[in-house]
């Protein structure tokens, strides 16, 4: 599958904190802003991302979650994932270990109800998370799971893309031109960041493409962690 390049919309935020103004460079709406890593075992992924990717998995005393169920990746200075327990309560027993994205909105409920509209199914009805934003997810006519996110004081992803970092996303399904129209013609959402690919032996999806060496790679190479979790490196 060949790559391209990631897309140069960019916004920026600047964060405060005494005398340091440090600029933030934030996903615009319409495009992939964070992922979000559920595992049964908080410490055996943290140390696989750390091997595979070099990312240190701490808690961050910022997060409004239980830190006996949550963490975060980090990654020069920058946060790239989150990880949830799936025995936190949040998901129903038996859910097998994946990766939820989000996706930068402007208005979470109008996202929600256009998808719904065009055949999605909801799964979480857009909820606020505390004052970080507002949370909703559902199941597109596809089969691929995806987050809506309207960001409050949690923007997500805030890296310039290069080694070691989310690149991409890319959405496996068996119609993908159909796909990328759902997206971007009914939801109205830019996702110049993201592929829309013919699906093979996974199941419909969206995966994150990280990118492992200094320059992109023309073509992308699935690699599943121990713990299950399934990414793409470039």
């Known amino acids: 599958m060949p790559a391209s390049t990631h897309p140069t919309a960019r916004h920026f935020r600047l964060q405060r904190t005494g005398r340091t ?14 992922m979000d890593i559920k ?3 908080l410490d055996a992924t943290g140390r696989e991302l750390d091997t595979a990717l070099g990312w240190e998995c701490v808690v961050d005393p910022d997060d409004h979650r239980d830190p006996a169920t949550a963490r975060k990746a980090r990654f020069e200075g920058h946060w790239m994932a989150g990880l ?6 949040a998901c129903p027993p038996g859910t097998e270990p994946h990766v939820g994205y989000y996706v930068a909105v402007d208005d979470a409920t109008r996202v929600h109800d256009a998808a ?5 199914t909801s799964v979480v009805p857009p909820s606020p998370i505390g004052d970080l934003g507002v949370l909703a997810t559902v199941v597109d ?9 309207e960001p409050g004081t ?21 119609t993908p031109t159909t796909a990328a129209g759902f997206y971007r013609g009914r939801l109205g959402l830019s996702m110049t960041g993201a592929v829309f690919s013919t699906r093979s032996a996974e199941p419909p999806g969206w995966t994150a493409v990280i990118q492992v060496g ?7 190479a699935s690699v599943r962690l121990p713990s299950g979790h399934r990414f793409l490196f470039a």
């Open 21 to 34: 103004v440090t600029i933030l460079d934030m996903r615009p709406a319409g495009e992939f802003c964070w």
């Open 39 to 41: 595992t049964p075992d």
């Open 84 to 89: 949830s327990s799936l025995h936190s309560g």
């Open 116 to 120: 719904v509209a065009a055949g999605a």
């Open 141 to 149: 006519p596809f089969g691929a799971a995806v987050s809506l996110w």
């Open 154 to 174: 949690f923007a997500g992803w805030t890296h310039a893309v290069g080694a070691g970092t989310p690149r991409r996303m890319v959405h496996t399904s068996i």
């Open 214 to 220: 200094d320059r992109p790679c023309t073509t992308f």
